[in-house]
């Protein structure tokens, strides 16, 4: 660059500065928000207030329905269980590939790295299929179990809480994996050889060193799976067949089956409002953690 | 201490010996420590000088026992550690980037050995108010490591590895981070608690002033092997090979042939006594140290001629930088006081009486 063109830039540089109303600068991706989130979040709250699904009157009535029948209250309550407990499954895994991620080679990183976001590039309709073929009555677990002798008949796992947990935490893995992994290859590994120099067994390391300095990405890789796992409507449905019912489903029904779209939008505000309440406490854990 | 030096009142421990026995590492097929042998003392400080990638990080790193060797022993206080964990063989360690836990205070840092060892809380409290106070960081004791500049946080480094009484202290390139001044305030410092706990240390560092004046003995290193080992002023002064020359000090290095008589004839034009018999005709290479050269406004037998093309005041000292005939460089040292010839007319360079010459056979 010459000096001045680089002159040129700093006085650019400056008057950016000096001049007070910097808005048209973000006026793009602020219409962007305006226009593509709070405009139909705002439409979505205008709809759930009013009383009949033919939307002729404004009234607290869908409201009233999902917050007064335990049916739905339990739908609600066993949406946010299920996410809370893909994220567990999804933390013991992701940690474990995490601790065998550090001790790995840079080639090895690449390949493990290669290999975590590979099940990315297929479709989830595709992923979920697969542990159809797997969790069946004719699956491999089964069959598995049987040749072992630890069942005397065919089960199956399709249809059960086990089961969409178990395809959900494999599902959605590259979600913590990917954020967690990114902040565990930046841990300096003389941090590792310090602790044990100075006599940590290898879990005091791992509590002490690894997880406070991994928080960030596993906060990050929590609440992505949480938010990921409660709204996964395919897997939810196929794998949770028409036994297991979650606030997704009931959404998809209400506005696409029944045509009620109030009650589609109470139900959408519910999830949106406890994942968020989940996804603060889980943020708020994570920096108390990192304190 | 179980397994700490024995501590006495003051936390003073006492260093042990360390013993270091044909050690060879090889990464993969390249040998990057080979056949490896010293031993230090209780209480004395050993230099690793050497290039950089010439292994010294890997012997620390096989002592410290964070790598296995491929052959060899180490023993510390007599006792075999090849097979113990780091955290069981009375050895601390300070790294080059200091390794201190980011999200710990300083004095959770200090602390974290004795914790690990299950001390009690009222102990570890104790000890590291007491390792704070040795490396006069009590005042920040509260603070995150990156709230501390480079030097304290090497200080809170080395008060973490003091905490649990090690035997021997291993330092890597301690100073390499520091600016000048700051180098010179932390060779004291560890000078000083080196000598207050009577620690046994290896220092690793590829400045060879640094070596000279922190170590009792310096190990010369070059490719995985070490080429000298000795005192300081034996290494500086006495150097083996012509590598050992050239890596400790500045020289210059004289080309010549031995003549039928023994004395040795320079290229340059001088004819000087070789500090060692040699073979006549045998081409050498005569290094003499820049402080080493004299300088005079006449010729004679043993003085060789030369023009001075530069001078660097450098304080209290003056560099010439001078040229020989056929236009090899001769480096001075003079003091800035010392009386000379003046510097713009011919020269003629001697060796002064009593200096430390070294010859080498001109192919080593
Ligand atoms: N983990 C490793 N794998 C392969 N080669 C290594 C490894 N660590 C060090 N080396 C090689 O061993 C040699 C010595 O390295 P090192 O001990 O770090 O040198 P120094 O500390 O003296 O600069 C270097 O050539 C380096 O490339
Ligand atoms: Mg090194």
Redesign the pocket.
Same mark, same amino acid.
């Given at each position: 660059m010459t000096a001045a063109a680089s002159d040129l830039r700093a006085g650019a540089v400056a008057r950016l500065r000096l001049s007070p109303p910097e808005w048209p600068l973000v006026a793009p991706l602020g219409l962007i928000f305006v226009g593509f989130f709070l405009a139909p979040l705002a439409l979505l709250v205008w709809t759930s207030m009013h009383a009949d699904a033919e939307m002729t009157r404004l009234g607290p009535e869908s409201w009233m329905r999902f917050l007064g029948d335990p049916f739905y209250l339990k739908v609600a309550a066993d949406t946010l269980l299920l996410g809370l407990k893909t994220v567990a499954l999804t933390l013991v895994l992701g940690v474990a590939i995490g601790l065998i991620f550090l001790e790995a080679s840079p080639a090895q990183r690449t390949a493990l790295l290669f290999i975590i976001i590979l099940p990315l590039l297929l479709s989830v309709v595709v992923r979920t299929f697969a542990w159809i073929v797997i969790l069946g009555s004719e699956g491999v677990v089964s069959n598995a179990a049987l040749a072992l002798g630890l069942t005397s008949a065919p089960f199956s796992l399709l249809q059960t809480e086990l089961g969409l947990i178990i395809s959900l935490a494999q599902i959605e893995l590259p979600l913590m994996l990917l954020p967690l992994l990114s902040v565990m290859g930046r841990i300096d590994p003389n941090l590792l050889d310090a602790s044990r120099a100075l006599g940590a067994s290898r879990w005091r390391t791992l509590w002490r060193v690894i997880l406070p300095l991994s928080a960030p990405g596993l906060t990050a890789g929590c609440l992505l799976v949480f938010a990921s796992s409660t709204a996964a409507f395919i897997s939810q449905s196929v794998i949770g067949g028409g036994r297991l019912i979650y606030m997704p489903l009931v959404i998809w029904q209400q506005s696409i089956v029944v045509y009620n779209w109030p009650f589609a939008a109470v139900v959408s505000l519910c999830l949106l409002i406890s994942v968020l309440g989940v996804i603060g406490v889980i943020h708020w854990l994570g920096r108390r953690v990192r304190a | 201490m179980a397994d700490g030096g024995a501590v006495t009142e003051a936390g003073a421990t006492h260093g042990v010996s360390l013993e270091v026995d044909a050690v060879s590492h090889e990464?993969?097929a390249?040998r990057? $420590?080979d056949d490896v042998s010293l031993r230090v003392e209780p209480g004395e400080v050993m230099a690793?000088l #050497?290039?950089? #990638?010439? #292994?010294?990080?890997? $012997? $620390?790193?096989v002592i410290a026992g964070f $790598?296995a060797q491929s052959r060899g022993a180490v023993s510390v206080g007599g006792v075999r550690v090849d097979r113990l964990p780091p955290g069981r063989r009375n050895i601390g360690i300070v790294f080059q980037n200091y390794a201190l836990f980011p999200h710990l205070t300083a004095a959770q840092n200090v602390g974290y050995g004795l914790a690990a060892r299950g001390a009690a809380r009222a102990e570890i409290a104790r000890r590291t108010r007491q390792f704070l106070e040795v490396v006069r960081m009590e005042a920040y004791a509260e603070r995150l490591p990156r709230e501390l500049s480079g030097g304290q946080q090497q200080r809170i480094a080395l008060a973490r590895a003091l905490c649990v009484s090690p035997g021997v202290l291993l330092l890597?390139?301690p100073f390499a981070a520091l600016d000048k001044n700051l180098r010179l305030d932390m060779q004291i410092e560890i000078k000083r608690l080196q000598r207050r706990f009577g620690l046994t240390a290896i220092l690793?560092t590829?400045d060879q002033e640094e070596a000279m004046s922190v170590a009792d003995r310096v190990a010369v290193?070059r490719g #995985?092997r070490i080429e000298q080992l000795g005192p300081p002023a034996d290494v500086y002064d006495r150097p083996e090979t012509l590598f050992v020359n050239n890596f400790i000090g500045s020289t210059n290095l004289l080309p010549g042939a031995v003549a039928a008589d023994g004395s040795v004839r320079l290229a340059a034009g001088a004819t000087v006594a070789p500090p060692r018999p040699a073979p006549a005709g045998a081409r050498v290479v005569v290094s003499v140290r820049p402080e080493d050269v004299t300088l005079h406004d006449a010729p004679a037998p043993d003085r060789f001629p030369a023009r001075c093309r530069l001078s660097l005041p450098l304080g209290a000292v003056t560099v010439l930088d001078l040229e020989a005939e056929g236009g090899a460089a001769v480096k001075v040292v003079r003091l800035r006081s010392a009386e000379g010839p003046t510097l713009d007319g011919p020269l003629w360079c001697g060796v002064r009486e009593g200096a430390r010459v070294s010859m080498f056979a001109e192919d080593s």
């Open positions: - | 990464f993969g390249y990057a $420590l690793l #050497g290039p950089s #990638g010439c #292994g010294k990080t890997t $012997l $620390l790193r $790598l890597d390139e690793v590829h290193m #995985g």
